[in-house]
């Protein structure tokens, strides 16, 4: 079956602008999490869902930073007023199941340039 | 908090031989999740291998192994009879075991595997 999808795959945004990166998971997949890839670095979680509950945003590095999945399957990840420090890989991940350590299948990222 | 160190920023080996990835990681906690994770030049992140801080036996997957420490909080990757596919970035990742399974990932390994 179908992977976890991103779009757009490479976004190029002024500085100021905001952006909307979006995530279909796998179908029936019920967590969702989202991580930030800096250039030559391992991932860093943004944050996480459950369904249609956000039940971790800890990572999130601002306030400018928004996530949301209203219909607990596809998720977006809003930056607000974007700054050159955002730019990076953004990568969404999705698992079956709740249970510890499910394993979590990755998309393919959004390569976001801020300019 | 938990840390995850690679301390291999580059390594090579020849086609068919065998390599070693190093990866330690650093918690207090007793139960967990360690992960290796691929992640080709597409950027597609997929799960190599999985082993579960309660099990002394390490885990194998067909050419990929590793070898669990946990007194010494050690976790490494060995890829037998290496090909040429396996040229890719790796990380180490690690889960606690009622973390809601974010991972937190080391800042990977890049393997070039040499014809």
């Known amino acids: 079956g179908a992977g976890v999808s991103q779009s757009p795959r490479y976004k190029v945004a002024k500085r100021g602008q905001d952006v909307a990166l979006r995530c279909d998971p796998i179908?029936?997949?019920?967590?969702l999490f989202w991580y930030q890839q800096a250039l030559g670095q391992g991932p860093e979680f943004l944050t996480y869902?459950?369904?249609?509950?956000?039940?971790?945003k800890s990572g999130l590095p601002s306030d400018r930073f928004f996530a949301e999945r209203p219909e607990g399957s596809v998720s977006t990840l809003k930056i607000q007023r974007t700054q050159q420090e955002d730019s990076a890989v953004y990568l969404c991940?999705?698992?079956?199941?709740?249970?510890?350590?499910?394993?979590?299948?990755f998309g393919p990222g959004t390569r976001l340039t801020v300019l | 908090a938990q840390t995850v160190t690679q301390s291999q920023p580059e390594m090579s080996v020849q086609e068919a031989e065998t390599v070693t990835l190093s990866c330690t990681y650093d918690?207090?906690?007793?139960?967990?999740?360690l992960f290796w994770y691929k992640q080709p030049p597409s950027r597609q992140m997929i799960l190599v291998i999985r082993?579960?801080?309660?099990?002394?036996q390490n885990a194998t997957e067909n050419r990929f192994s590793v070898n669990f420490q946990k007194a010494a909080k050690s976790f490494s990757l060995k890829i037998s009879d290496s090909q040429l596919g396996d040229t890719a970035m790796y990380f180490c990742?690690?889960?606690?075991?009622?973390?809601?399974?974010?991972?937190?990932f080391g800042g990977g390994t890049r393997l070039m595997v040499k014809p």
């Open positions: 991940a999705s698992s079956l199941e709740r249970g510890v350590a499910a394993t979590q299948y």
């Open positions: 918690t207090s906690e007793n139960n967990y999740y």
């Open positions: 082993q579960e801080a309660y099990k002394q």
């Open positions: 179908s029936g997949h019920v967590s």
């Open positions: 869902f459950q369904n249609e509950a956000q039940l971790d």
């Open positions: 990742a690690f889960t606690l075991y009622n973390a809601g399974n974010m991972l937190t």
